[in-house]
Nanobody, 119 residues
């Protein structure tokens, strides 16, 4: 099992920056890929950014390209999501995810952290 704990959410104004952190514990050696999803009220959950645990490959949703950066620190078992130029439409609960497989559904989810961007 892998446990994921997010932190760093909050209330910010449009145009501001915020950095989310997610620390993994448990069988972290089994993680192949990790990333961030988000879900806004009344909307479907969407993938925001993903990265392989080795750091070799990244993915970004079109809506966040050029504004968000995903990174990880293997020594700290932590993955980060640096969010710049935030927009009100970025308001959502952000979830950290991880899995031991190359692709497919994500097995491990964090509890989520709220990000609210005011206009």
């Amino acid at each position: 099992q892998v446990q994921l704990v997010e932190s760093g959410g909050g209330l910010v104004q449009a145009g501001s920056s915020l950095k989310l952190s997610c620390t993994a514990s448990g069988r972290t050696f089994s993680i192949y890929r990790t990333g961030w999803f988000r879900q806004a009220p009344g909307k479907e959950r969407e993938s925001v950014a993903t990265i392989t645990w080795s750091g070799g490959g990244t993915y970004y949703a079109e809506s966040v390209k050029g504004r968000f950066t995903i990174s990880r620190d293997n020594a700290k078992n932590t993955v980060y999501l640096e969010m710049n130029a935030l927009k009100p439409e970025d308001t959502a609960v952000y979830y950290c995810v991880a899995d031991s497989t190359v692709w497919g559904e994500w097995r491990y989810w964090g509890q989520g952290t709220q990000v609210t961007v005011s206009s």
